[in-house]
């Protein structure tokens, strides 16, 4: 069984390319750029890993991590921003986010954090 | 010299003027009272004159009735009474020579003196020869009468003279008083208009001048005195005009910082409006490199069409702020604001009918021209309208009205929307670019973008809202002079 992750973003490219990486890597990813769909996905599935933007409309990063963290201590986050203000940074480590990964995302750097957030698939 | 006058004059205080009004209104009427005084006197002793000349006349007059006597019974005891009084009297003007001299005049005097004198000595020779048959009785006689005859006619005529005079002098008294009363009433409406009307008008324009500066529009109150005057009221205008003119320059300066403050939302908006579409080229074009081998052509050309989009969002966006920071040259025309607003209404007659929405136009008669560019106020309008369409997702109205203000300088157009209304903690925020509550639908450019094309208009734009009730954006435009038109019109 490959290792499961969520990708959630209101950017559908975001999404796409994410999804290519990951699953060329050998993941199997799932994408949302509808913030709620995509918390009522968590509530339902369990995955290892959840990447998610920190500023979307409706839900956003923020609640996804709560969200996550209440209902799967295991399951790791990490959060992509394109600017994170003090404040939220520091409530998202506390949170026990996995990583921060400040836009523009690049793919090795993606690639290396999830591997050490979760390992191979 | 007329300038020192006029310095002097300025600088009097108020209350100074109001001392040199009433003394010289006092001694106005002072005048006017003496003089009346005297003349009345003057009254007084001519009627006494009359009196006394009226006994003198009547005495000739008992003088000729005992000379009529004396014609039908020839009794010399009649003569010598004619000779009693007449002498009588002509001692009296003798003696009282300076007082009738005076009053009669000199050669009146002396000519009724004379014909007396000549009447009582006929009468002397009369009784002298008493006797009928001397030759010279009958001239004597002839002369009597006819010197008694002179006489009374003179005497009389003396009086009326007299008479008309003291006429004169009450009718003379009648013209002065009613001269000196229209004087004092004249100086009194005089007075009435310096102090009361113009200072009430004065005081009128102070009260204009804190409703403006209550209003805000304190230019109009540093530019609309046209004079001052160095007294108790034109202090205080002054410390107006000193008040409006800090606030002026508080206000500049607010204006400034203001500017500053939307020049931050503006820079950390345009950072992330733009920073999504430069990440997404930036993730597209290192997976287009990382995985080329792998990639199928058809995969590429997606790839780069992806890129193409969202260079395109970015364009959009770079566009957005041009138009914001006004970097285009307006072009202003002169143009029926009627047709502004239609012309903006036909651009968004499809969105309004599929939205069921109905608009209704609420238009004065003969509005002035406004000299606009005409695509930056439709572009204005329509925002205004995509904004009212927004919010009426059921469908409802919009009012739009155009009309003139009071005073023809203004044209003001009104969008009214039945729609939801805007929350008070977010109203502060509306106008701030990239201020939006549409999500990713909305730029937040709409209403920062009109209002500087509004302020770029010289114009003002306000908002006037309630929750579930609706809103009203009400955009002011100067008016163009009428007359300027006309001019136009001909060149
Ligand atoms: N007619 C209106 N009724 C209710 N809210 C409005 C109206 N017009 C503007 N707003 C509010 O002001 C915000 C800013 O408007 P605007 O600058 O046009 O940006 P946008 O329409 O892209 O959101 C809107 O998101 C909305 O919340
Ligand atoms: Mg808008």
């Known amino acids: ?121 | 010299m007329m300038n020192h006058l006029k310095r002097w004059k300025k600088n009097l205080s108020l209350r100074k003027k109001i001392n040199i009004a009433i003394h010289i209104e006092g001694i106005l009427i002072t005048v006017i009272s003496i003089f009346m005084f005297f003349s009345s006197r003057a009254i007084l002793s001519k009627l006494n004159f009359i009196e006394d000349f009226d006994n003198i006349n009547f005495s000739f007059l008992e003088m000729r009735k005992s000379e009529k006597n004396y014609f039908l019974y020839h009794d010399v005891n009649a003569l010598k009474e004619v000779l009693k009084i007449g002498e009588k009297e002509y001692n009296l003007l003798i003696n009282s020579k300076e007082e009738f001299m005076s009053k009669l005049g000199k050669k009146d005097y002396i000519m009724l003196l004379a014909i007396l004198d000549k009447y009582l000595n006929t009468a002397k020779k009369i009784v002298n020869i008493s006797s009928n048959a001397d030759s010279n009785y009958l001239e004597l006689t002839k002369n009597l009468r006819e010197f008694g005859h002179h006489l009374t006619q003179f005497s009389i005529f003396l009086r009326n003279i007299q008479h008309k005079k003291v006429n004169k002098l009450v009718h003379q008294n009648a013209i002065t008083l009613f001269i000196g009363l229209g004087i004092i009433l004249v100086s009194q409406l005089l007075l009435w208009q310096y102090f009361f009307i113009s200072l009430s008008k004065r005081l009128l324009k102070i009260e204009s001048l804190t409703k403006e500066v209550a209003n805000g529009n304190f230019h109009k109150v540093v530019t609309n005195v046209e004079r001052i005057d160095e007294d108790e009221i034109g202090l205080l205008m002054k410390g107006i005009i000193h008040m409006a003119n800090e606030l002026e320059k508080r206000e500049e300066q607010l204006i400034q910082a203001k500017k500053l403050a939307s020049l931050g939302v503006l820079v950390s908006g345009v950072a992330h409006e733009i920073g999504n579409p430069l990440n997404n080229i930036f993730m597209l074009t290192e997976g287009y490199l990382s995985y080329y081998d792998s990639l199928e052509d058809e995969q590429k050309k997606i790839f780069m069409r992806d890129v193409r989009e969202q260079a395109k969002r970015i364009k959009k966006i770079v566009r957005k702020l041009l138009n914001f920071s006004r970097q285009k040259k307006f072009e202003f025309n002169l143009v029926s604001p009627i047709e502004v607003v239609e012309k903006s209404i036909a651009l968004v007659n499809n969105q309004i009918k599929v939205s069921n929405i109905k608009v209704h136009r609420l238009i004065d008669s003969n509005l002035p021209f406004i000299k606009v560019d005409v695509d930056q106020i439709q572009q204005v309008i329509v925002n205004l309208f995509i904004n009212a369409i927004h919010a009426m997702p059921k469908g409802g109205d919009i009012f739009v009205e155009i009309r003139v203000s009071e005073d023809r300088t203004k044209v003001i157009i009104k969008v009214r929307d039945t729609g939801v209304g805007i929350k008070p903690e977010i109203l502060p925020h509306i106008f701030d670019p990239f201020f939006t509550t549409k999500g990713t639908k909305g730029t937040g450019l709409g209403l920062s973008v009109s209002y500087g094309i509004i302020k770029q208009h010289n114009g003002k734009i306000s908002v006037k809202t309630e929750v579930n009730k609706g809103t009203t954006f009400i955009i002011e435009l100067p008016a163009h002079l009428e007359n300027n038109l006309e001019e136009e019109k001909h060149a």
């Open chain 1, 1 to 121: 069984m490959p290792k499961k992750i969520i990708v959630i973003d209101d950017e559908e490219i975001v999404c796409r390319m994410t999804k290519m990486v990951l699953t060329k890597e050998g993941y199997e990813v799932e994408t949302f750029t509808h913030s709620r769909k995509a918390l009522q996905r968590i509530k339902e599935n369990k995955f290892d890993l959840v990447i998610t933007d920190l500023k979307m409309e409706d839900v956003d990063g923020m609640d996804i991590l709560r969200e996550t963290n209440k209902l799967y201590p295991n399951t790791k986050v990490i959060m992509i921003t394109a600017y994170a203000t003090l404040d939220t940074a520091i409530e998202a480590l506390r949170g026990h986010v996995f990583d921060f990964f400040p836009k523009p995302i690049k793919i090795e750097e993606l690639k290396k954090s999830v591997k050490e957030s979760i390992g191979t698939p």
